[in-house]
Structures are given as structure tokens and as C-alpha cells.
């Protein structure tokens, strides 16, 4: 059958199957404890809901009923785990009377010679890693700097393997050993598990919670009345819920080889599709280069053009909008980038060199101590990290603050963005190549194939190819997409077992480039009856 081969050369060539890794949030409306919620979520999606920040937190408000004030179950009940996410019901080491938890915040586990005791997560002290690699000479490292519970662990995750895990007597004398008599210091123990057992120290507790005694369990409810902060609730209340699921959409790129001005190929594109590529992140960038034929190495149009302007966050992840912090009277046109000095922001000159935080996605935020000019500073961070810091919130500001000594001004990823796309995506990732987009280049951005994908500020009225878009809501839409096979005339396509292998042969091949597991294909007959109808075949040269 060699209109197979045709066919997967032809898909091969034109798909590229993207899509963003957000879980879905599902919000379910019927009142069940927080035990039958779980086994709901379990049953119909995966789990409840993980939370694992302040983004997470915000689509999980937006999943849930706006009309709706009381309190909504997610996945976090109280209980004492290892920072790798194991629980502690084979070994513990409390000191006697502990842990009283009188407060929700005093939800992390700090180690003395005496025993464990629970402190207030953002109290600093020193802190124990675990090294787990082959070559590590010491298994638990004593740091002797003062920390909160999540910088530590950001640390050992970076330097180490990760805060220690204490699962034993002997590994209790161990870290005894490293601590010494007289010290306290972090090690990876933490309230609170995740349903899905994963762990994310994310926490979006209420202010000013009762004490809570520890003789019922807890589980964590948002409360809707009060932006959607977290509260400790007896788990066999009746709340609605969240659970999360699958992929939430895909963006779907095409490839085309024609060459048009950048105002034709939008044209072409929101004519056909949905619009020129937009791409709002790292692994967009990888997934469009996919859908680009293997054999070209020339410039494409994107649907980035110059307009207008407005404040961005470099992993673009955010509208400013929802939260700013500016200092008083700024900004005041000093610079288009931003640094933070003292929990506030300042716009600056972004050629100045200064230190600056990067955001590390699983461990949070990470001070670099080298002064870098605001875009190597950026290009250091996507390489070494996930991208430069985005300060979302008050929460995340103090994060950022306590990491910088007081007076220290450092880069954050905040910038003037001077562009837009076409589909007036309002998010600002860019991924700007070396001393792009310099002024009178051009106002239309292309994908550069021979720099791994980084954009140029070019000629709008040059001509190259491009990539438009579908973007498809996996969960709930279906899309039809029109083949074109070439038969040598002898094979019936209509034929419902060569129809099956086809489909057959086009879901293997989209899998391999990505496809979710979970996606259905079918034929769709064009006129209630036939599947494929006859088109004369174009004679060319
Ligand atoms: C940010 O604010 C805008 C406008 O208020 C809102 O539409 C959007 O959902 C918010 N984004 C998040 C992630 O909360
Ligand atoms: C703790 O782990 C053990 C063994 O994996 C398991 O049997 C037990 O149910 C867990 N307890 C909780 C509260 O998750
Ligand atoms: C445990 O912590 C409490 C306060 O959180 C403190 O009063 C007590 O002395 C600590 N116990 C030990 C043995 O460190
Ligand atoms: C850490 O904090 C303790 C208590 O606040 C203090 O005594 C100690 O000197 C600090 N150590 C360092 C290295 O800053
Ligand atoms: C800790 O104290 C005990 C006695 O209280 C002593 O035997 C031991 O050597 C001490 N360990 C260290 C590391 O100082
Ligand atoms: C630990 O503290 C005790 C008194 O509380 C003191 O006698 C001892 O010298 C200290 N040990 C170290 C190693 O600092
Ligand atoms: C699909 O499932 C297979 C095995 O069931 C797994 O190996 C693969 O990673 C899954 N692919 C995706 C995209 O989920
Ligand atoms: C669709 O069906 C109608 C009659 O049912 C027929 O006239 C028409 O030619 C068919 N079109 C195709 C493309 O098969």
C-alpha cells in the first residue's frame, strides 16, 4: 500500500501537535466530603486538586462557579510528610508533646538533638541536605546559613538532592551527627499532603486561622469569600470541589511554504486557521520548530508585530494588571526593565549589569550573584533555570525579597514590551535572538530556523513562509482535518477495513509527534455515505 507512505510523508511534513502542560481544573458542583471527593476526582479525572503556585491558584479560583461564596475542597489534607513525599507512618522522632501545630503556618520540621519539632515555615535556620548522588563523599551536609523552609529546599534541590529525609533511627543518628548537639536546623519534613502524593510546598493559607486542635483531621477548603485563600476544615464536611485532569488545549501549528508578506501570511492564516503562530513559551518554541519541514533553514513569520506597549513578565505567565508593586512615582520612563531593591520595583536602563533572581520551575526562586545586563541575564536564566523571575503576587514578593540582602537591586523578568500578536494574546514571553529587536530593523517578527528558533525584528513586507495555528480545546472540541490521499487506483479507500487501517496508521503517527493518549480519531463521511470521493488528479509540468 504505497499511498501509505504518501500519506505519513505528508503528515510528517505539515503537523506539529503542541500543547500547553497546564492540568486542567474541573470544578464539581454537588456537596460531598472531602473522602468522597477524592474518589469522585479519582473515578472521573485523576485526583483533586494539586496546587503548586500562585498560577495554579488563580485558574483554580476561575474553575469554580463565580456566583458560588462558601468553600471548595482541594487536594491538601493534614499530615506530616517527607519532602520527597513519602509519609512518616514508619518512623518518627518527635519531641514529646509535638507536633502541636498551633497555628497552620507552623507547618515545617525542624531538627534538634532533642527531637523534631514544628516551626513556622518562614522562620530561618539552618538547614540539612540529603546528597544522593554517586559521587557525593557526605550523604547529609550541614548548611550553616540562615534560611526559610523553602529556600532550603530550593537549595539542596539545586546543590544537592534535596532537604533530608529522615525514614529511620540510624538515619537520625546520622543527621545527628552533621547537626551536633546544639543547633536546630531544617530537614525535609512538612505538614500538609497532596492527595495525588506529589509534593509542592505551595500554601495559600487565610490569615489569622483559630488554632486548630490536632485531635481531627483537617483538610484544606478555599474559601471562595475570601479570595479563595486556604482554611483547615473537619473532613467530613460537605463542600462542592476541584479535581484536575488532562491537557487543557493544544495549540496545532502549520507549516507554509508559500512565501507571503507578513500582512498576506495573516491573512492566509485567520482565513484557514485560526491565525498567525502565536507562542507564548519555552516548549512552544521546540514544539512549532517541529512542525517546520526538516530541510528549511530560512526565516518564518510568527504573528509578533510592533504595537503599542505595556509591562510584561519575561516567562509570560502573567498580565501585570493582577498585581503590581511599583515604588512610589515610578514608572518614570528611567529604562524599559525592572529590578526589585527592598520589596519594591524601579524601571532602569536594562544594559546595566546587576545581580538577578531566576525562577526554577518545581523549586522556586534562585538569586544569581553575577552581574549581568537584563537580556543575559534572561538567556542565563532560560538556559540554567526556566526563565527570570515573575512576582505575581505579595506572597512572591517576600519570596524574592528574602533572598536579597536589604538595599541590593536585582533583575526581575518585569520589561517594556513595544510588540503584540496578531491574536492579541496579551501575554509577553518573547525569545528574542542576541540583540534583537534592535530599532529600524523591522516591526514583523520571524522565527530565524538556523538560530534554534530565535526571532528577528524584520521587513514586514519581506517575504518568507510561515506558521499559523489552531488552537483546539482538547477536552471539549473536536476538530476535522481534511486529507488528501494519492491511490494507485487499484485500492478501494471506501473500504471499511482499509479506512480502519489508515486511521490506524495516521493515529500512530500523530502519537509519535505527541498526541495525548486520551484523543479520538474518526472518519467523518462527507455526504452521509462516503468517506473518500474521487478528485481528478492535477497534471503539473
Ligand atoms: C488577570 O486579570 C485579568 C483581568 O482582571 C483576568 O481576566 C485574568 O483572568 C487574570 N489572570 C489570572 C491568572 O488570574
Ligand atoms: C502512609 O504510607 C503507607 C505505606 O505506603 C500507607 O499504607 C498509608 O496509607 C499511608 N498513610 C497516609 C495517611 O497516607
Ligand atoms: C519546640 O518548639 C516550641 C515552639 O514552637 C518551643 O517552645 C520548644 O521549646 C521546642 N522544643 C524543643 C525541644 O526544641
Ligand atoms: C542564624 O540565626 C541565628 C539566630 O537568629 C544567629 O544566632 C546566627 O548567628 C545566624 N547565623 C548566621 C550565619 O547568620
Ligand atoms: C551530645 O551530648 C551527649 C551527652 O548529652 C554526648 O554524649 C555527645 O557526645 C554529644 N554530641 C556531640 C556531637 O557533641
Ligand atoms: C552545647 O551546649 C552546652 C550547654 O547548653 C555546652 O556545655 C556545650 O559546650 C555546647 N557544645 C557545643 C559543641 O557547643
Ligand atoms: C501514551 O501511553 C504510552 C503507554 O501507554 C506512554 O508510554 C506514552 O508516554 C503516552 N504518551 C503520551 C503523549 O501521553
Ligand atoms: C452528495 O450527495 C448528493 C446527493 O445526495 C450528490 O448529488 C452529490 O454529488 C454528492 N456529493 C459528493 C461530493 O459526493
Not at 155 to 165: D, E, I, K, V
Not at 504 to 524: D, H, P, V
Request: charged letters at 20%; one cysteine or more; aromatic letters at 14%.
Amino acid at each position: 500500500m504505497d499511498w501509505n507512505v504518501l500519506l505519513l510523508l505528508m503528515l510528517s511534513a505539515t503537523f506539529g501537535i503542541s500543547s500547553s502542560d497546564l492540568q486542567q481544573f474541573y470544578y464539581v458542583n454537588e456537596r460531598k466530603s472531602w473522602l468522597e471527593a477524592q474518589s469522585y476526582c479519582r473515578a472521573t479525572y485523576i485526583d483533586l486538586a494539586t496546587v503548586g503556585s500562585m498560577e495554579d491558584m488563580n485558574r483554580l479560583k476561575a474553575a469554580v462557579d463565580p456566583a458560588y461564596t462558601g468553600a471548595v475542597w482541594i487536594g491538601l489534607k493534614r499530615y506530616w510528610v517527607l519532602s520527597t513525599g513519602e509519609n512518616i507512618s514508619a518512623y518518627n522522632n518527635w519531641v514529646p508533646g509535638q507536633p502541636n501545630e498551633g497555628n497552620v503556618e507552623a507547618a515545617c520540621g525542624v531538627y534538634s538533638s532533642q527531637g523534631w519539632n514544628d516551626s513556622y515555615c518562614s522562620t530561618k535556620f539552618y538547614f540539612v541536605c540529603f546528597d544522593g548522588r554517586a559521587s557525593a563523599t557526605d550523604t547529609f551536609i550541614l548548611l550553616s546559613s540562615n534560611m526559610t523552609w523553602t529556600q532550603a529546599q530550593t537549595y539542596c534541590s539545586q546543590h544537592y538532592t534535596n532537604l533530608a529525609s529522615i525514614h529511620n533511627a540510624q538515619e537520625q543518628q546520622q543527621v545527628l551527627n552533621v547537626v551536633g548537639n546544639n543547633t536546630s536546623a531544617w530537614f525535609g519534613l512538612i505538614s500538609g499532603q497532596w492527595s495525588d502524593k506529589g509534593f509542592s510546598p505551595f500554601r495559600y493559607w487565610a490569615n489569622g486561622q483559630a488554632p486548630e486542635s490536632t485531635s481531627t483531621e483537617k483538610c484544606a477548603a478555599m474559601m471562595m469569600s475570601n479570595s479563595g485563600k486556604w482554611t483547615q476544615s473537619q473532613c467530613d464536611l460537605q463542600n462542592p470541589f476541584v479535581c484536575y485532569g488532562g491537557l487543557k488545549f493544544a495549540r496545532i501549528y502549520y507549516f507554509i511554504r508559500d512565501s507571503k508578506t507578513w500582512t498576506e501570511a495573516q491573512t492566509y492564516c485567520r482565513k484557514r486557521f485560526t491565525d498567525l503562530a502565536t507562542v507564548d513559551s519555552v516548549k512552544e518554541v521546540s514544539r512549532l520548530l517541529k512542525a517546520v519541514d526538516v530541510g528549511y533553514s530560512g526565516s518564518l513569520w510568527i504573528g509578533l508585530t510592533k504595537a503599542g506597549q505595556h509591562w510584561g513578565w519575561s516567562r509570560g505567565d502573567e498580565l501585570l494588571s493582577n498585581f503590581s508593586n511599583w515604588d512610589a512615582g515610578r514608572p518614570n520612563g528611567n529604562g524599559q526593565c525592572v529590578f526589585t531593591v527592598d520589596g519594591v520595583w524601579r524601571d532602569y536602563d536594562c544594559t546595566v549589569a546587576l545581580y538577578f533572581v531566576c525562577y526554577y520551575e518545581g523549586t522556586g526562586y534562585i538569586l544569581v550573584e553575577t552581574s549581568k545586563n537584563w537580556y543575559d541575564a534572561q538567556s542565563y536564566c532560560r538556559t540554567t533555570y526556566t526563565d527570570l523571575a515573575s512576582i505575581r503576587s505579595p506572597w512572591e514578593q517576600k519570596q524574592v525579597t528574602d533572598l536579597v540582602v536589604k538595599g541590593v537591586s536585582v533583575w526581575v523578568g518585569l520589561f517594556l514590551d513595544t510588540w503584540q500578536w496578531s491574536d492579541q494574546w496579551s501575554l509577553s514571553f518573547r525569545n528574542w535572538a542576541s540583540g534583537q529587536p534592535s530599532s529600524g530593523t523591522g516591526s514583523c517578527s520571524a522565527v530565524v530556523m538556523g538560530d534554534s528558533g530565535k526571532w528577528t525584528a524584520d521587513n514586514c513586507n519581506w517575504q518568507y513562509p510561515f506558521i499559523c495555528y489552531i488552537e483546539e480545546d482538547r477536552v471539549k472540541k473536536k476538530q476535522t482535518v481534511k486529507v488528501t490521499v494519492s491511490s494507485n487506483g487499484k485500492t478501494d479507500l471506501n473500504d471499511p477495513f482499509v479506512k480502519a487501517a489508515l486511521l490506524n496508521e495516521i493515529e500512530k503517527q500523530l502519537k509519535r509527534q505527541g498526541m495525548a493518549n486520551n484523543t479520538k480519531l474518526s472518519w467523518r463521511p462527507k455526504n452521509n455515505t462516503k468517506v473518500f470521493t474521487l478528485k481528478p488528479k492535477k497534471v503539473t509540468d
